[in-house]
């Protein structure tokens, strides 16, 4: 099975915010997230994948999901880069 770590944003017009997430979904995640399904924090914005990054290892993927949620600068690295492809 395919695991997926992902880093979402608001769509523009929101407040800026982003999320880091693991589903082995991303459209069924994604689609939860922008119908008030998701996350607590998630709730009441629309969002837009920014980055994602696929494991064969759940174990793999949950860990770099809580590596990229404590590492604040390799956040906004990836934003600027998502920012700089628009």
Same mark, same amino acid.
């Given at each position: ?22 589903? $082995? ?5 994604? $689609?939860?997230? $922008?119908? $008030? ?10 969002? &837009? ?5 696929? @494991? @064969?290892? =759940?174990? =793999?993927?949950?860990? @770099? &999901? ?7 600068? &390799? ?6 880069? @998502?920012?700089?492809?628009?």
């Amino acid at each position: 099975m395919v695991h997926y770590v992902y880093l979402i944003k608001t769509l523009k017009g929101y407040l800026d915010k982003s999320y880091v997430g693991y589903t $082995n979904d991303l459209k069924k995640r994604l $689609n939860k997230h $922008n119908s $008030n399904k998701g996350a607590k924090s998630t709730k009441g914005y629309k969002w &837009e994948i920014v980055y994602k990054k696929r @494991f @064969f290892s =759940k174990k =793999k993927a949950l860990s @770099f &999901e809580y590596t990229l949620k404590k590492d604040r600068n &390799e956040r906004l690295k990836l934003l600027n880069d @998502f920012k700089k492809k628009i």
